[in-house]
């Protein structure tokens, strides 16, 4: 922020002239205070508000300080920007100046800024300005009030070039296909029907009854596709091979793909106008009511925008036209696509058309500034156009504006209700399904830590184990070495020990001699036997 003592000594074109000349300059123009942002936060929040035309507190805290308040002449601030002037002459009560000198003198202060401030060099003062700009422009992209908007103006734009193509593309087989079966195109008229059925057909010398069933699918029309039939009997085509064929059915296959694709994209259209715009999709179509969004640009813009404009949207070249030579202006634009003023008589398209277009306006603004989408307004408005022109047709008195506007906003409050009950049971479970991931994951945590105290038990089981075999083999050592000391010691008592054992070896080792001289004796008795017999 700065503030300039201006002095203006001589006309607007010494100022200008000076502008580029630092000497000359700073003769015209005396720097008396700036104030830097303390901060990027800061200095962010002071731009967003110039942006809104809203005066900050730090500017308007500079302005009080620095800003002379006594004296004879009031001082004259000069401001840029016209929206911001006009608030700071409201706020502040301030004589303000726009344009003219003012232009000139800040474009010299931007040219020279690093020149008049102390300390600040070009280089430091381009990069603070860069980054204010990055900072400034992602805020806006992140906070960008028409970014809902931006969808259906891509996807309507989208669906206006599929139709397009699809109709070049279907003229395209019709021409390719119809050398070899050119009675088809009689009979058949849609486009995506006529594609199916190439690429079902194929050649139609082939063509049986037994194909009739799978022809009625796509004809949904019994006497049609007998006329098929029939037609490809005594055809009048010319044969075809069948390289050819089998190119004809590829392509008629991507036109019937790109056909499926654009009613998804249709219902794509339709489900996305429902949620940024109900009440004018309920009041005069998705298609038309997209078409008339994205030539206003936005729907903020659509809805600032007064009904004689909305009426006259899309038909500017017909309006200039009109004024250029003096002629009858248009009575319609986009909204002619409707269906109320193709219903409506002759004499009554202009007078239809301007209701209409008030309508629009109303529902445009309603779906701008509602905090809930709903789309009673627009039910209620779509049944007021239709009283409007049976009042045309038959002089019947349609039911008063307010009346049918307070059956709205109850409904609306209803509606409104019902919508919060939904999106906070919808609260409500996702934070049952949160604490029960959390429980989930708890429990998780303690059946992990289980195990390692059953493995540590085990351990430490394993540790007692151990300790008691030692404490056996601590034992045993002792009852060994008693032993040994009766062996060394005793001699004579322990004699009569060893030879009792070898006693009982030697029987031991007597008792399988027996055993074996038995044995064999039996074997040779039995010899002796059978040699006799």
């Not at 010494?14 to 303390?38: D, H, M, R, T, Y």
């Not at 004024?323 to 398209?349: C, D, E, Q, V």
Request: with cysteine; charged share 30%.
């Amino acid at each position: 922020m700065h503030s300039n003592n201006m002095k203006n000594r001589g006309p607007n074109q010494v100022v200008e002239q000076s502008v580029l000349n630092l000497g000359k300059f700073s003769s015209v123009i005396k720097l008396s205070a700036f104030f830097p942002f303390k901060s990027a936060h800061g200095a962010l929040e002071n731009i967003n508000a110039v942006s809104e035309g809203v005066v900050h507190v730090d500017l308007k805290l500079f302005l009080e300080t620095n800003l002379p308040s006594g004296g004879k002449k009031k001082a004259m601030l000069g401001v840029s920007d016209a929206k911001l002037g006009a608030v700071l002459q409201e706020e502040l009560n301030l004589s303000i100046q726009t344009g003219g000198v003012v232009a000139e003198i800040i474009r010299g202060v931007r040219l020279h800024f690093h020149s008049l401030v102390k300390g600040l060099t070009a280089q430091a003062a381009s990069k603070a300005q860069l980054g204010l700009g990055h900072s400034y422009s992602r805020a806006k992209v992140k906070f960008n009030v028409n970014r809902a908007d931006n969808m259906i103006i891509q996807s309507i734009a989208l669906l206006d070039q599929l139709d397009k193509d699809i109709n070049t593309f279907s003229m395209r087989v019709r021409e390719w296909y119809g050398y070899h079966f050119p009675e088809l195109i009689k009979i058949v008229n849609d486009n995506s029907m006529y594609c199916k059925l190439a690429k079902l057909i194929g050649n139609r010398k082939e063509l049986t009854e037994e194909m009739l069933e799978a022809i009625e699918e796509i004809t949904m029309d019994s006497g049609k596709a007998q006329a098929i039939l029939e037609a490809s009997r005594s055809s009048m085509g010319m044969d075809i091979s069948p390289i050819d064929l089998i190119n004809i059915e590829s392509f008629s296959s991507r036109v019937v793909s790109l056909t499926n694709y654009r009613q998804e994209l249709q219902a794509y259209l339709q489900s996305k106008m429902s949620q940024v715009a109900p009440n004018l999709a309920a009041l005069i179509g998705e298609v038309v009511g997209a078409r008339l969004i994205s030539h206003a640009g936005s729907l903020t813009n659509l809805a600032k925008y007064p009904a004689s404009t909305v009426q006259i949207l899309g038909a500017e070249k017909a309006l200039f036209r009109a004024l250029k030579t003096r002629g009858n202006t248009p009575k319609y634009g986009l909204i002619f696509h409707s269906t109320f003023i193709g219903r409506a008589a002759a004499k009554n398209k202009g007078r239809i058309s301007r209701y209409l277009a008030n309508k629009c306006t109303i529902a445009s603004r309603i779906d701008c500034f509602s905090e809930l989408p709903t789309s009673v307004f627009g039910d209620k408005l779509r049944d007021q156009v239709e009283d409007r022109l049976a009042f045309y047709e038959t002089g019947e008195a349609p039911r008063k504006n307010l009346d049918v506007m307070k059956e709205a906003v109850a409904q609306a409050s209803e509606v409104a209700a019902e919508i919060k009950r939904k999106l906070e049971k919808k609260e409500r479970k996702k934070r049952k399904r949160e604490k029960r991931k959390l429980e989930a994951l708890s429990t998780a945590e303690g059946d992990d830590e289980e195990p390692k105290n059953s493995n540590g038990e085990a351990e430490e089981n394993k540790d007692a184990i151990k300790k008691k075999k030692k404490k056996q083999a601590a034992e045993k050592e002792p009852e060994v070495k008693e032993d040994e000391e009766v062996l060394t010691n005793g001699v004579d008592e322990a004699m009569p020990a060893k030879k009792k054992k070898k006693r009982k070896i030697d029987a031991e080792e007597v008792e399988p001699e027996v055993t074996d001289a038995t044995q064999v004796e039996k074997k040779k008795k039995k010899k002796k036997k059978a040699e006799d017999v």
